[in-house]
């Protein structure tokens, strides 16, 4: 299910979460990939993450 919501986000996001949680890298070396501060790459994690969760309450009805 993440994969296939993964691949819904702009690529962008999809990049960043992906150096984030699946390479291990900081805010930091995540945002440097993609020519962002580490400050906006954390704004920009979050923005996703939260997105991720919207689609996983409208795909589950809001049930646990």
């Known amino acids: 299910w993440v994969r ?3 691949a819904e986000l702009p690529h962008e996001d999809g990049s960043l979460l992906r150096a984030r949680f699946v390479q291990g890298h900081s805010l ?3 945002g440097q990939h993609a020519g962002l ?8 994690v ?5 997105r991720l969760k919207d689609l996983g309450k409208e795909t589950h009805d809001g049930r646990p």
């Open 46 to 50: 979050r923005r996703a993450l939260r």
């Open 37 to 44: 501060t580490g400050n906006a790459a954390h704004g920009r």
């Open 28 to 30: 930091e070396q995540a």
């Open 4 to 6: 296939a919501r993964l």
